[in-house]
Antibody, heavy 122, light 107 residues
């Protein structure tokens, strides 16, 4: 069974750096053809793609957030970590990690974590 | 960057209705178009990928069509559990992008 679970702080102060971990189960980023992305959703708003990392360590970022984001993988721990610097109240959102696999021709996000609500407030 | 525009942003419908929502890409994305369903407080769920391929376990009343820049998601007969918000997403090129969502509400 494939599962993903986000963990990290639920409250951060403005200007702080957010670090979120996605723990993977049922698949490995050491396996060819898979990857993990991060997506966020401000309360009541639409989904916004942030970044992804592939099994071969290909990393892509949202241009609007690229200067603030870093995504890494730890294959031995089966985890993906995303960090976002200089947090602002507008970054308050539910943050999701999700898996993609090239076995589905257009590499959609076929499994999602439950999400973690991160609030940015002093 | 490719922008995804969904219409309508919301609609009201009744159980048993045939419903169609649309998604338009600002550039040709081929069939690299996916649809997700999201219920309140839950993570999105993949319904359709490659514009028209039904994800495993998704009921056949859902169907997708289109290619290039214009796509549709159709419910052949709306069921009570289908009231939710639906998002399209292009995975043709990075940056990946989602549409603004279509909320399907009870009439």
């Amino acid at each position: 069974q494939i599962t993903l679970k986000e963990s990290g702080p639920t409250l951060v102060k403005p200007t702080q750096t957010l670090s979120l971990t996605c723990s993977l189960s049922g698949f490995s980023l050491g396996t060819s053809g898979v990857g993990v992305g991060w997506i966020r959703q401000p309360p009541g708003k639409a989904l916004e793609w942030l970044a992804y990392i592939s099994w071969e360590d290909d990393k892509r970022y949202s241009p609007s957030l690229k200067s603030r984001l870093t995504i890494t993988k730890d294959t031995s721990k089966n985890q993906v970590v995303v960090t976002m610097t200089n947090m602002d109240p507008v970054d308050t959102a539910t943050y999701y990690c999700a898996r993609f696999a090239v076995t589905l021709t257009t590499t959609p996000f076929d499994h999602w974590g439950q999400g973690i609500l991160v609030t940015v407030s002093a | 960057d490719i922008q995804m525009t969904q219409s309508p942003s919301s609609l009201s419908a009744s159980v048993g209705d045939r419903v169609t929502i649309t998604c338009r890409a600002s550039h040709d994305v081929g069939i690299f178009l996916n649809w997700y369903q999201q219920k309140p407080g839950k993570a999105p769920k993949l319904l359709i990928y490659a514009a028209s391929s039904l994800q495993s376990g998704v009921p056949s009343r859902f169907s997708g069509s289109g290619s290039g820049t214009d796509f549709t998601l159709t419910f052949s007969s709306l069921q009570p559990e289908d009231f939710a918000t639906y998002y399209c997403q292009q995975t043709y090129s990075s940056p990946l992008s989602f549409g603004g969502g279509t909320k399907v509400e009870v009439k």
